[in-house]
């Protein structure tokens, strides 16, 4: 029930006057000094003509049919990670595919992963990547551990479905713990990638309908923290927020467990059991 007007200012009187018998005990109400001044924005340049195109094209609002994987009723969750990752590695062989390739070692691990239907309950949308308890139940060959990671399942996008978030290991790559983070939806009953990142990943979160990475940064005691949100009129994930933050005492940020996990390694099923918290691991 929402609170009136005039309800929420005897509220407030009331808040006050509690307040002022507090601090009158410790002796009155004391000022908290001056008010800065607001300052406006100084806008430099005023002569410089104004960009008409991005420098740089980061594939925003780049979205990506999904070839040859099918979504059963539009439940993304009868939906196979490990083939959305091989359709991937099919549909860009240059990348995956070959001793040239940048990432040929991801296609040689997918030997190790187990094809089995993914199914169970969404996650409150907290997910982080994998636990050394968690890599013993992995199912390993001789090529490996295979490199996808546990899928995630949330609704993003607004339409009552769950969309899934998924991570896989980009090996080797040109830097160490490279992970590749993917968000998918449904449209026309057809397996559309909404959001495709690379990154060297410290933490990925979800929060209402955001996906949010952290990766580590060249200072000390600083993290990058990149956050894409659905865009209903773009139909995908946009970058909305790029910002270098300061860790917590120099410390990485809790890592807070999901609800619900998976069986992580391959194609896995969510389990309604708590799960600790996971870090990425090759």
């Not at 998918?184 to 990142?197: C, F, G, I, N």
């Amino acid at each position: 029930m929402s609170v009136s007007r005039p309800l929420r200012t005897g509220l407030a009187v009331a808040l006050l006057a509690s307040a002022a018998v507090a601090c009158g005990d410790a002796g009155g109400l004391r000022g908290a000094g001056s008010t800065p001044t607001a300052t406006s924005p100084a806008r430099l340049w005023p002569q410089l003509t104004p960009a008409s195109s991005p420098a740089w094209n980061i594939d925003e609002a780049d979205t990506e049919v999904v070839k040859g994987v099918t979504v059963p009723g539009d439940d993304l969750r009868k939906v196979d990670p490990v083939a959305i990752v091989r359709a991937e590695i099919a549909a860009h062989p240059k990348d995956y595919r070959g001793p040239t390739a940048i990432y040929r070692d991801t296609t040689a691990r997918m030997a190790a992963c187990t094809s089995k239907p993914a199914a169970g309950k969404a996650t409150d949308g907290k997910a982080t990547d994998r636990t050394a308890d968690a890599d013993a139940d992995a199912d390993t060959t001789a090529a490996g551990t295979c490199p996808v990671l546990q899928p995630y399942y949330r609704d993003l996008t607004g339409d009552g479905r769950v969309d899934l978030t998924l991570g896989f290991r980009l090996l080797p790559g040109d830097a160490p713990d490279l992970t590749a983070v993917r968000v998918y939806t449904v449209d026309k009953h057809r397996l559309l990638r909404v959001m495709a990142w690379e990154d060297a990943v410290s933490a990925v979160e979800l929060a209402g309908r955001s996906v949010i990475i952290r990766s580590p940064s060249d200072l000390a005691d600083y993290e990058y923290r990149l956050q894409w949100t659905w865009d209903p009129e773009q139909k995908a994930m946009l970058l909305t927020h790029d910002e270098m933050l300061r860790t917590r005492h120099g410390q990485p940020p809790g890592h807070p467990s999901p609800t619900t996990t998976a069986t992580v390694g391959l194609s896995s099923t969510a389990d309604p059991s708590p799960s600790p918290s996971p870090s990425v691991t090759p």
